[in-house]
Structure formats: C-alpha cells, structure tokens
C-alpha cells in the first residue's frame, strides 16, 4: 500500500538531493563545484522556454517523437486478459529511449561552454546515442565501456566509432558497467574543467537522477494524451509496466503518474539467472539493501562487509548493482512494485513479440513484456496496460541466437 | 587533543614538516601489511593513513586500483583493518592513524557502531573521500562528537566562494589534494601549489598537508617546503604491488621522509 502520508509523489527530490533517504551528493570534492554549477544551470533551463523550444524541435525532426502508442492486438488475444499498449519508444533514432536525454545533457552542456563529452555504456545504447549528439554537434565524444561490454556488444563499439567516438575498454574491476562509470568518473575529475559527463540513467549525484528523469518524463507524457485519444478523453491506464537497469526508461513512463493513485506501477528488474542466495542476478530492489556508490545512496548489491558484487544479467543494459534512488524511494514508500524476470522468462517474451506483433525488442523490453505475459491473462478486458517497449533488439540477436543454439556463422 | 593535533604541535616546536605515509591494509596480504605499518615510524613516518580498501573506489588511480584488490582478494574486511590498527597501537601509541577510504563500508557497519570501534581500536582521524561537506550530517559530524578528527580534502576546483564550507567542520588538518584527478597521477608542481596552499592558510589555523602526485624524495621536499607536509601514497604502494621486501619498502619510506623533513 501506498505511503498515506505522502500528498504528491512529484515533489522530490528535496534541496539535498534527497528522496526520502535515497539520493544525494557522495561525490569527491574536486567534483562538488562542478556538481552544484550542473544544478543551478539545470534548475534555469528547466523554466526556460528557449531551452524546452531546442528540445522540442529535435525530439520531433531529429528523434522522430512523438512515439507511437500501439494496440498491440494479437498479442492481447494470446493473453486473453488486459488489453496492452506498447510505448513505442525503440521507434527513436538510434533504436531507444537513451536519446530523449542525452539531448537534453548536451544542449546542456554546450550552454555551459563544455567541449569535451564523456559517458559510459553497458549494451552500448546510451553510447551510441551520445555518440550521435556529439556528432551532430561536433563535439569531442569519449565513451568508457567495460572491456567484457567491448567483447559482447561488437556491433554498438562499431557504430560509436563511425560516429567518431573514441570507445575506451576498462579492464578495471571484472569490466562491465560499473567499472565504466568508475572510470567516467575517474576522467572526469581528472578533467573537469572543459567535460561534460553525460549520464545515461536516473543514478548519479544530484541533479542527475533529477534531471534525467525529466527529460525521460516525454515517454509518459505522451502516454496520457495518446491514450485519452484512443480510450476516450480522461481515461488513465490502468496499470505501467517498465524494465529496470538503472531505471530511466521507467522514471520516464511512471513520473508522469505518481500522482495518480488509479495507476498501478511495475518495476521489472533482472533476475538473471534466479534471485535467490547465489546473487546470479541485478534485481538491486528484490536482492539488495540501501548503500552508496556512484555519488548516490540506492539499494544495491553488496557484501556483509559493503563491498559491490557483480550483478548478472543476460542483458547488458540491466547488468548493474544498483538502480536509481527515486526507484528506491517508490519502493520503500509503496507507490510501485517492484518484481523480477529471469533470463529464461525474458528470452521467452521476446520470442513471443517477434511472432505475434512483428516486433524484435530489446532484452531489457524483454523483461518488462515477460511480467505482462504472468498478469495480463488473469486482468479483466476493460483493464489497460502500457508497456515501455523502450528499445530494439537488433543488437541482441547474437545473444539471443546463442542461447537457442542457432549457428549465425555464414 | 587528538594524537594528531599533539604531533603537530611536536613538530612544530622542532621546527619540522610532516610526513604522511599511506597503506592499504591487507596488501598484499595481512601479514605483510602489518610488518610494513610496524616498520613506519621508525623509517621516518609522522602521520599512518591506512587505506580501506573498496571495491570501487573511484577516486583512485590503478595503483591504489590494484591495492585494493589484492587486499579484498586476500580477505580482507573493515574489522580486520580495526584488528591492525589495534595491534599497532599495543606498540605504539604516539604515532597517529587515519583510516582512508570510501563510505560505502562504513556505511554498512552502522556509523555509530563504527565510530565506537574505531575510537577503541586507536584510530584517529577518517578521511572518506565521497563525503564533501554536503554531506556532514552522515559521518562528519557524529565523527567529531566520537572525538575522532575529520579530515577534508580541498581541491583545485574549491574556489573562494566554497572554501569557509570545506574549512568549516574539518580538523586535524586539511589534505590539499594538488591536482584534478586521481591518486598515481601526474606530478604536482610546487610553483603552482604554493600559492593555492597560502590561500588556504589565509583561511584557517589548521596544517595544510599536500597530496597527489608526489613520488621521489625531491619532490616530498619540494612539495613539503611550501606546506606543513605532504602525503606519499601511491609511490610506497607500487613497491609494495611489487612484491619488494618490507626492509626494502621501508628503506625507500625512509628516503621519502628525509626528502620532506630536509624541507
């Protein structure tokens, strides 16, 4: 149940950077000034129309936004329960919802006279779509990828590099996407003067969680009205469901609707290979407790001692300790749910999408359509679901192809 | 009075800077650590900042990287770096130690279980290097109140404006960090770091010790000449990765400290 003394769930986070106990600034302080400078000019541009003008302008002709909300009618009849909408947000350049930020980071950036662009990458989505703003910009792009991330995402090293990004592999630590951020941050201490570090999910120090989930907050905006267009003015869905890595695409979807105590909202973490005491999985919510790492204070994987495991996940995208603090907060207040998929339910629903809607998603979909196959057939007609189809799977179908034992050698 | 206050005013009256030498506890193992902490005062050490180690500490270069590694690697935890700390102290119980690290550990601890057992084992002063003022009431504060000192680190970026905020609940001394970056890293220049290091002595009463950059007996003299010290981390911990005997790393501790005590 909801947290009854809670009024708006759209008020944080507090001048902290706080929800509730998640968030905050755990950085070191070569980085604080740069931090609260970030803060400042983001809480200015935030009321500034010129800004929001910019932003508009190219989520139309460069994104290609609005992104369709799609009945997915066959799919619906397979369920035989809800009936589920899909946000088509894998429609967007560069096949996700990773540049719905990364432009809002850049016109940032270069508004702070920044000319040096940093981020680090998982699957490789926020790095391409950096990648892609920096080259339309014409600014210097430097991406930090786990080298083990290098190994599995070839063809998303290859795009970022045509784009003229200079993609750094890190061997430190076991090298996926914890150690990149590490290293981002490393880089961005060292050169903080003329850098922009660009942040791929709601985690971070404030104003990064903040910030990425307003520019990500277009997703359930256009929900709303795509809805009310198709079910009749005023009608909300009736229940959100997101993957969740670090949880952007979800903050995206489910902000717009914290206030609406009608919405039911799922969070859908990474079980991997199973929850349970072999820690073989990402679900920080469902497997982890509260710590700090990465400037802010979230549940995440950890040790007795506080030291960070790995997390496992078939999906690069989702393969991080942590998740997002306001997700944290949600969780710990009631307002959403949070559950978790395993590989196996994942690469189940993604094959269903492919056959019955003609849709190849992303594993990290995947794992947000396996929970609607588990709900949706025991929810009445009138009951509507919208799912956050937040990428595509083209850069997945080696993946997936291994794990069902299909040769792609030519 | 801390034990790090009563060795700055010893050093004072002889009219000598410190030097602050940094370990990682547990590398490459706990026995070795252990002979190698022992080892410092005698080579010259004035101030022992023990290294927690994290696993991923993001302020840090890949000597201070692979330190913390080889110490987790061998098992090491928070409460076996207590333990040494303690088992130094039955020895020595002048020479002061600062616990250095990330929050993350101490976090899950509990602070005020934390604090309790540090202030038991002997320690200090902490320096936690994700906690910028910002962020006081987590440790900083309940810290000082345990009478533990809190140590700020004060960097390039910390202009005029910020400065009184970093100065205002730090004690036992203020780590001027030399350069923008991460520990191992390029060298500091002493023509650029004094006046920095006189803007900070402007502002408060409190030893300024530089750190970040400072590898050979020279530039610890140079370094500690235009300061009240300076910290040696990543240059003792390359020897120690390298697996040279304790005589050795402590002999070349000796070199350093001599370079920054001539100054």
Redesign the interface.
């Known amino acids: 149940m909801a947290d009854a003394s809670i009024n708006s769930y759209m008020t944080g986070p507090d001048e902290q950077g706080r929800f509730g106990l998640f968030g905050g600034r755990f950085v070191s302080e070569t980085l604080m000034p740069l931090i609260l400078d970030l803060e400042a000019r983001y809480e200015f541009a935030k009321t500034d129309p010129t800004f929001w003008a910019e932003m508009d302008w190219l989520w139309k002709h460069y994104v290609g936004r609005p992104s369709p909300l799609y009945y997915a009618e066959r799919l619906t009849k397979h369920l035989g329960g809800a009936k589920i909408y899909l946000k088509r947000d894998e429609l967007n350049h560069t096949g996700a919802h990773k540049i719905n930020n990364v432009l809002g980071q850049i016109i940032l950036a270069r508004r702070m006279g920044k000319t040096r662009i940093i981020a680090e990458t998982g699957a490789g989505q926020h790095g391409v779509a950096t990648a892609t703003v920096c080259a339309k910009f014409g600014l210097q792009c430097v991406v930090y990828m786990g080298a083990h991330d290098v190994e599995r995402q070839a063809p998303n090293v290859f795009r970022m590099r045509l784009l003229g990004a200079e993609v750094i592999p890190v061997t430190s630590g076991r090298g996926t996407l914890k150690d990149a951020m590490n290293d981002a941050l490393r880089d961005w201490v060292t050169n903080v003067r003329d850098t922009f570090y660009c942040i791929g999910t709601v985690a971070g120090p404030h104003p990064y969680p903040a910030m990425v989930r307003d520019f990500q907050s277009i997703i359930g905006k256009e929900v709303r009205w795509q809805l009310a267009e198709q079910e009749g003015a005023g009608r909300l869905p009736d229940t959100l469901i997101a993957a969740i890595g670090g949880g952007s695409n979800a903050m995206g979807l489910f902000y717009p609707f914290l206030d609406d105590p009608s919405v039911n909202i799922i969070g859908v973490e990474a079980g991997g290979k199973g929850v349970d005491d072999r820690m073989q999985h990402c679900a920080s919510l469902t497997g982890g407790r509260p710590g700090v790492l990465h400037g802010n204070r979230t549940y995440l994987l950890q040790d007795d001692d506080g030291q960070i495991l790995e997390g496992f996940s078939i999906s690069a995208g989702l393969d991080y300790p942590g998740i997002g603090p306001e997700h944290s907060w949600l969780h710990d207040t009631g307002r959403a749910k949070y559950v978790s998929i395993t590989d196996a339910e994942a690469l189940e629903a993604f094959q269903l999408s492919c056959k019955l809607e003609g849709i190849i998603p992303a594993l990290e979909p995947s794992h947000a359509l396996a929970h609607v196959m588990k709900i949706a057939p025991t929810l009445p007609h009138d009951h509507i679901i919208v799912m956050n189809m937040c990428g595509r799977g083209d850069k997945d179908i080696f993946t997936v192809a291994k794990h069902l034992g299909f040769d792609m050698k030519i | 009075m801390t034990r790090i206050d009563a060795k700055f005013a010893a050093l004072r009256a002889e009219g000598k800077k410190a030097f602050v030498a940094y370990i990682m506890a547990g590398d490459p193992d706990l026995a070795t650590s252990a002979a190698v902490m022992q080892g410092l005062p005698g080579a010259g050490v004035d101030i022992i900042e023990l290294g927690m180690p994290?696993?991923?500490?993001?302020?840090?270069?890949?000597t201070i990287?692979l330190a913390g590694q080889r110490s987790?690697e061998g098992g090491q935890?928070?409460?076996k770096t207590l333990d040494m700390a303690a088992a130094f102290r039955k020895s020595d119980n002048t020479t002061p130690i600062v616990l250095m690290g990330?929050?993350?550990?101490?976090?899950?601890?509990g602070v005020a279980k934390f604090l309790v057992d540090a202030k038991a084992a002997g320690i200090d002063g902490l320096i936690v290097?994700?906690?910028?003022?910002?962020?006081d009431a987590e440790l900083c504060i309940p810290a000082q109140a345990a009478g533990l000192n809190f140590i700020?680190?004060?960097?390039?970026?910390?202009?005029a404006k910020?400065l009184p905020k970093?100065l205002q609940n730090t004690s036992g001394f203020l780590y001027y960090?030399s350069i923008?970056?991460?520990t191992g890293?390029a060298a500091a220049n002493p023509a650029d770091v004094a006046p920095e290091v006189a803007r900070i002595k402007a502002k408060t009463d409190l030893p300024v010790i530089v750190g970040f950059g400072i590898s050979t007996p020279d530039a610890a003299q140079g370094i500690a000449a235009i300061a009240d010290g300076c910290v040696v981390g990543s240059a003792i911990v390359k020897d120690i990765g390298a697996g040279k005997p304790v005589a050795e790393v402590l002999a070349n501790v000796a070199a350093l400290a001599a370079g920054a005590h001539r100054a």
């Open positions: 994290f696993t991923d500490p993001m302020a840090d270069g890949p990287q987790l935890t928070l409460q990330y929050y993350n550990p101490i976090y899950s601890r290097v994700d906690l910028p003022p910002e962020e700020r680190l004060a960097t390039p970026t910390t202009d910020r970093v960090v923008n970056g991460i890293a």
